[in-house]
């Protein structure tokens, strides 16, 4: 039991760990292509294209660059975990109201003060909705990571898919289900929470 | 380190079988996306009329594909064995969601102004769907087979986990002895395939698109 509660703490913080380096990454990023919107095409597209290649490919391609362990793991997912936060930042961020932007400079807001006290703000519930759809994905790749060496549930599933041990997958899979669904439901709990009144109406569309 | 083959020795050896690991894999998923289609589709039209039941519905098949993928294989394993059948019973459950809830909503999404158009022109039910909120909802649900599939294309390369074959197989064999070819051998196809279906659906989507959307 020790054992399986081990693996499952590791297994949250490598996801974690994954999503987080996205976050600080695909935020900024998110951010910055709104000011540059031309970019925001090739790059979103090329973003894309990365989320296309099967997890099992993108892992054992990446396998070859980082050798095998944790970091190869951590890697995969930051790149899988980049779409959803760099895509729901940039549209967070643009459809903030225009009159409450125009409200901003006309109290006499710099850039950043817009960008940080009000778009950011009021984009954060979508923002967030990226956050969550990019750290289920994470903690579902992360299962399969035990194949390139990696720690976490899967060493449970794997190892009792070859020793034909169904207790040994079961102590593993359920747990890893579990955190998934516990963790989208606090993370839409949270997505819920953040939204401001005045905008509960609209649904955040999050796939 | 190790004798290493040409690209050109690589392939005589394993081409042929690099090749049949690509239409297993094909096939693998096509079939579980052409089950999911023809069970989410009709579903997914049934739904938009009972909207209580589509909340509970909805959210089931939600929360079957929160489960990670490697944990899904695990669950069916103690029931159904290793090989095609239960890898195809994973892949249609996952392949349900998108479609689902792209038909649902395309089709609760019709401007009510044509439907009461058509209601208008004295049509009854059956042909308000075939005629104007099928045809009006068919770029969304499109969508959804697209996501859907691509999403089956890369879970199919874990079927190989649980002896299905597919792509999976030789990226698995290239893990374990540590052969970048033979990674690259399953790897790259079954990126390009994923990336192919993708484009592809989506050229499909575009072009049933109607101009005025």
Known sequence: ?207 | MRLVLSWRDFLAAKGSSILAATAEHLLLSLGAVLLGTIIAVPLGILLARHQRVAAVVLGISSTIQTIPSLAFFGFVLPFLGIGVVPAMTVLFLYSILPILRNTYTGIREVNPAYLEAGIGMGMNQRQLLTWIQFPLAFPVIMSGIRVSTVYIISWATLSALIGAGGLGDPILAGIHTYDAKLILAGALPAAMLALLASWLLGAIERMVTPRGL
């Open chain 1, 1 to 207: 039991m020790n054992r399986v509660l081990a693996l499952s703490w590791q297994h949250l913080s490598l996801s974690v760990m994954g999503v987080a380096l996205a976050a600080a990454g695909g935020i900024p990023l998110g951010i910055f292509l709104t000011r540059y919107r031309w970019l925001a095409k090739p790059i979103m597209a090329f973003i894309e294209v990365l989320q296309t290649i099967p997890s099992l490919a993108m892992l054992a391609l990446l396998m070859m660059l980082f050798g095998l362990g944790d970091t190869t793991l951590v890697v995969s997912l930051f790149l899988y975990s980049l779409l959803p936060i760099v895509r729901n930042t940039y549209t967070g961020l643009l459809g903030v109201d225009t009159s409450l932007l125009e409200a901003g400079k006309g109290m006499g807001m710099t850039r950043r003060q817009l960008i940080c006290r009000v778009q950011v703000p009021i984009a954060l519930p979508v923002i967030l909705a990226g956050l969550r759809v990019a750290l289920v994905t994470a903690i579902g790749i992360a299962t399969i990571g035990v194949l390139i060496g990696a720690g976490g549930l899967g060493t449970l599933i794997w190892r009792g898919i070859q020793t034909r041990n169904n207790s040994m997958v079961l102590m593993g899979a359920v747990p890893a289900a579990l955190l998934a669904i516990v963790t989208d439901g606090v993370l839409a709990l949270l997505e819920q929470a953040l939204i401001p009144r005045g905008l509960k109406k609209k649904t955040v569309n999050a796939l």
